[in-house]
């Protein structure tokens, strides 16, 4: 018998098996990284929309009335704003505003993905609504956490 050099089926097997295993192992971290990148993203758009905001304020002399993602754009087109952000991987009105009852306050609010404890890391400025001011939830309410931005 002719001895042939290379790799049984046995360890070829076993190579691939091992490849895959850390392969899925770097996926999963790799992803709760991407989540922690949305939430990042979801409160840098919500500074953006502030800002046209505060635009649309001294133009108007109070902010826009208001009730969805879409009405709140249209309002502040006015102000030269031509589109709002959406949420990074839910799209859609996934961000929520409010105006004030006398149009001279309003809260943004975004929904993470990630679980956040109050007042800590990103929830650190984090808008919080003890008085019950607004209808949005804001900071952490059970299992959600909720970014708000206020002014």
């Known amino acids: 018998m ?12 076993i190579v691939v098996g091992i490849i895959g295993l850390l392969a899925s192992v770097i996926l999963v ?5 991407r ?22 304020y001294v133009k108007e002399g109070e902010y826009p009335n208001a009730n969805s993602w879409s009405a709140l754009e249209s309002d502040l087109s006015s102000v030269g704003v031509d589109s709002l ?44 609504d003890p008085d019950r001011k607004f209808s949005l939830p804001c900071g952490v309410s059970g299992s959600d956490s909720y970014y708000c931005v206020k002014f």
Do not use: C, H, W
């Open 35 to 56: 989540s922690k990148a949305r939430d990042a993203r979801r409160v840098t758009d919500l500074r953006q929309v502030q800002q046209g905001l505060e635009l649309y």
């Open 85 to 128: 952000p959406t949420d990074p991987k839910r799209g859609g009105d996934s961000y929520q505003y409010e105006a004030g009852d006398d149009q001279q306050e309003y809260v943004l609010q975004a929904t993470l993905e990630e679980d956040y404890e109050e007042g800590v890391g990103l929830m650190k400025d984090s808008f919080t």
């Open 2 to 13: 002719k001895k042939t050099k290379g790799f049984t089926l046995i360890e070829v097997l």
């Open 29 to 33: 971290g790799l992803n709760a990284s």
